[in-house]
């Protein structure tokens, strides 16, 4: 096995794996995007057959002939990893795959907090179709969430957002609930007569699971329009948010001191977007110290930038990598289809 002084960035979630090579000064050699390779969602041997295909993609691409290489330092930020004994086992078998000689594991939202600060300190939320929070402090203490989806009571992502706009219009239309223009925007949407028949339809199979988030354009136009239930729905999930950062800056033991709260998904893509805008509203109230970030970056920035801070990189060497890793610098290896999403 070859040697290189080189850090492999990795960042997979349920959807796409990137890989990065990044030399000791920041430049970027190669990056690539395969398939989603979350060890929770696929199992680890999957995930890791995936990791280490995207992995030699990246080596290929950086013209490096003889492999398989071991880089200085792998960071690798992965989906589904809530738990230290999940972070240790994928650990050890990564390790024992020698991809790098040293290896560091962690959820794929540190790789959104490290991209936002380039330090890794602060609480990340990412709100997209799913929904997950981490946080860290310099001393590397850190805060998580079992993110089990009903079990462990998450709500104030896509998904839950809309299915509770379906349930609130089926509600109105039967006289449970308050009158809202959802319930004629949701029916339209998917040509049925009414929100009863686009619930039945997801019931029945006949409309994929998945299509419950093209609902939640509907929800941000209607409270556009002043819409109460839509307002409501919108708020709700910008308090359970807020829930989110206050629980880590808890369980971290942050006080009065200001720090980065950063944002990242496909819900949280700018300033002035409703989420963010709520978000801010509610966290003003109850915890002004919180600094909101809207992070862009893809997660592999960060993971970039966790490899440079561990050889103790010099600032023109983050610069360098923040400039040059983005979307357009991914070549899409494996049958990956995910590139230039928003929030990906």
Same mark, same amino acid.
């Given at each position: 096995?070859?040697?290189?002084?080189?850090?492999?960035? #990795?960042?997979?979630?349920?959807?796409?794996?990137?890989?990065?090579?990044?030399?000791?000064?920041?430049?970027?050699? !190669? *990056?690539?995007?395969?398939?989603? *390779?979350?060890?929770?969602?696929?199992?680890?041997?999957?995930?890791?057959?995936?990791?280490? @295909?995207?992995? =030699?993609?990246?080596? %290929?691409? *950086?013209?490096?002939?003889?492999?398989?290489?071991?880089?200085?330092?792998?960071?690798?930020?992965?989906?589904?990893?809530?738990?230290?004994?999940?972070?240790?086992?994928?650990?050890?078998?990564?390790? &024992?795959?020698?991809?790098?000689?040293?290896?560091?594991?962690?959820?794929?939202?540190?790789?959104?907090?490290?991209?936002?600060?380039?330090?890794?300190?602060? #609480?990340?939320?990412? $709100?997209?179709?799913?929904?997950?929070?981490?946080?860290?402090?310099?001393? =590397? &203490?850190?805060?998580?969430?079992?993110?089990?989806?009903?079990?462990?009571?998450?709500?104030?992502?896509?998904?839950?957002?809309?299915?509770?706009?379906?349930?609130?219009?089926?509600?109105?239309? =039967?006289?449970?609930?308050?009158?809202?223009?959802? +319930?004629?925007?949701?029916?339209?949407?998917?040509?049925?007569?009414?929100? +009863?028949?686009?619930?039945?339809?997801?019931?029945?199979?006949?409309?994929?699971? =998945?299509?419950?988030?093209?609902?939640?354009?509907?929800?941000?136009?209607?409270? !556009? /329009?002043?819409?109460?239930?839509?307002?409501?729905? /919108?708020? !709700?999930?910008?308090?359970?948010?807020?829930?989110?950062?206050?629980?880590?800056?808890?369980?971290?033991?942050?006080?009065?001191?200001?720090?980065?709260?950063? /944002?990242?998904?496909?819900?949280?893509?700018?300033?002035?977007?409703?989420?963010?805008?709520?978000? %801010?509203?509610?966290?003003?109230?109850?915890?002004?110290? @919180?600094?909101? #970030?809207?992070?862009? !970056?893809?997660?592999?920035?960060?993971?970039?930038?966790?490899?440079?801070?561990? $050889?103790?990189?010099?600032?023109?060497?983050?610069?360098?990598?923040?400039?040059?890793?983005?979307?357009?610098?991914?070549?899409?290896?494996?049958?990956?289809?995910?590139?230039?999403?928003?929030?990906?």
């Amino acid at each position: 096995m070859s040697e290189e002084r080189a850090i492999l960035a #990795v960042a997979g979630d349920n959807t796409k794996t990137d890989v990065a090579i990044v030399d000791p000064d920041g430049t970027l050699r !190669a *990056a690539v995007r395969g398939p989603g *390779a979350s060890p929770d969602l696929l199992g680890l041997e999957t995930s890791l057959h995936r990791l280490g @295909a995207a992995i =030699d993609q990246a080596w %290929r691409a *950086a013209h490096v002939a003889a492999r398989p290489v071991r880089a200085a330092i792998g960071v690798y930020f992965l989906a589904g990893l809530n738990s230290p004994a999940a972070e240790a086992r994928v650990s050890q078998a990564i390790e &024992a795959r020698g991809w790098s000689a040293a290896v560091q594991v962690a959820n794929d939202v540190f790789g959104s907090l490290w991209a936002a600060n380039g330090k890794g300190e602060g #609480v990340a939320v990412f $709100i997209g179709a799913g929904i997950n929070c981490v946080g860290r402090l310099k001393s =590397d &203490a850190r805060a998580r969430f079992a993110c089990l989806g009903p079990l462990s009571g998450d709500s104030g992502d896509g998904h839950s957002l809309g299915t509770a706009a379906i349930a609130a219009a089926v509600r109105a239309e =039967d006289g449970r609930g308050p009158q809202t223009a959802l +319930g004629r925007s949701i029916a339209l949407y998917f040509g049925r007569a009414t929100a +009863g028949e686009v619930a039945l339809a997801l019931h029945d199979g006949e409309i994929p699971d =998945d299509h419950v988030l093209e609902v939640v354009p509907l929800v941000i136009n209607a409270a !556009a /329009l002043h819409d109460e239930v839509a307002e409501g729905l /919108l708020d !709700a999930q910008a308090e359970e948010v807020g829930r989110y950062v206050v629980a880590a800056a808890g369980q971290l033991g942050i006080g009065s001191e200001p720090f980065d709260t950063v /944002l990242s998904g496909s819900m949280a893509g700018g300033e002035d977007w409703p989420t963010v805008t709520r978000i %801010r509203r509610s966290l003003a109230d109850a915890m002004p110290q @919180a600094r909101i #970030v809207i992070s862009t !970056a893809l997660p592999v920035v960060g993971a970039a930038l966790a490899g440079l801070a561990f $050889i103790a990189a010099d600032d023109a060497a983050r610069v360098r990598i923040r400039t040059s890793l983005n979307a357009r610098a991914l070549q899409v290896v494996g049958g990956s289809a995910y590139l230039n999403l928003p929030g990906q």
